[in-house]
């Protein structure tokens, strides 16, 4: 198969973590393409299931960057399965048993997206985004900075940066578009668009999730100081857990041997990209700046660690 980067030349697929090629754009002809997230490429089945490719895109800052990492889309399909796997128990999540060799028709092809796609149910996806966050980092660090709260939830004084919070917190956010950014926003807003109940549903669960993978984790090496949930409805109302689950695009993963407070720790996940950026004159908005092969092959490894630390 051959994708397409933008402005570059065509380049051929493979999914090994150690190739120095990496899938930017999937192209499946026999699957109608509804859209491409900044980092999914989705597909539909028909009208009870897509088909989830996972690239090897890279977003920061809510832009998508034009250099791939390899073998990324692999790792994060694998991570989220694992939790998927560990947290049906606590809800119901998109998985299905159906695999990419049941929807495609060439071989070839299903067999260079295999360790990367999942056929899932197709649900209605809501309006925002779970955030749960057990340190304070990122833009919550900011947020305290300013007005010593985060998302209207007043926090003590005296906090450091990195630091564990009192208690786990729900700090939903906005949906932006590719481009777009996400936007921090109070649990009265997600009340107001989705409903008490289910409000109420999605927090609490989503917290419930993040404590069990936070323990699960820490046994491991891995502090997560925060993650980001997503969900659906079925034709009934029922909730379910959807697109990716705690994985280093959606975490922010720090290790616990270099682990202290006062400063943004070392991580697993995209922050060492972020923090590259940090030091280049760009203001944040498309297009991205290509990235140096050793940031690419620095985050790649760091992928691979967060996948070997927590599924073994």
Not at 195 to 200: K, Y
Not at 203 to 223: F, H, N, P, T
Not at 279 to 293: I, N, Y
Request: net charge negative.
């Amino acid at each position: 198969m051959i994708v397409s980067r933008p402005g570059r030349a065509p380049v051929s697929v493979t999914i090994s973590v150690t190739s120095a090629e990496a899938l930017f754009e999937s192209n499946i002809p026999n699957l109608p393409l509804i859209g491409r997230g900044k980092v999914r490429d989705i597909y539909a089945v028909s009208d009870d299931y897509l088909l989830i490719v996972t690239s090897d895109r890279l977003s920061a800052f809510d832009v998508v960057l034009p250099d791939p990492i390899p073998g990324k889309g692999g790792i994060l399909t694998r991570i989220s399965l694992f939790w998927f796997r560990m947290m049906a128990d606590l809800i119901d999540n998109q998985l299905t048993e159906l695999t990419v060799d049941d929807v495609v028709d060439d071989p070839a092809l299903a067999e260079a997206l295999r360790d990367r796609s999942l056929v899932v149910k197709r649900l209605k996806p809501l309006p925002v985004e779970a955030v749960v966050r057990g340190y304070l980092a990122g833009s919550g660090w900011h947020d305290y900075v300013n007005d010593g709260s985060l998302c209207g939830i007043a926090l003590p004084p005296g906090l450091e940066q990195a630091g564990k919070l009192p208690r786990t917190l729900f700090t939903p956010s906005s949906k932006a578009e590719i481009g777009g950014h996400d936007e921090n926003i109070r649990f009265r807003d997600v009340q107001d668009v989705i409903g008490e109940q289910l409000a109420a549903r999605v927090r609490d669960v989503s917290i419930e999730i993040y404590e069990r993978a936070a323990a699960y984790a820490l046994e491991r090496g891995i502090i997560i100081a925060d993650t980001k949930f997503e969900f659906g409805l079925d034709r009934e109302g029922h909730l379910y857990l959807i697109d990716e689950v705690l994985t280093p695009d959606s975490s922010r993963f720090w290790p616990v041997d270099r682990y202290a407070v006062g400063a943004s720790p070392p991580s697993f996940d995209k922050q060492f990209v972020r923090d590259y950026l940090e030091t280049l004159s760009w203001d944040k908005t498309p297009p991205g700046p290509e990235l140096p092969e050793a940031v690419l092959l620095q985050t790649a490894a760091r992928y691979r660690e967060a996948l070997k630390r927590l599924t073994g």
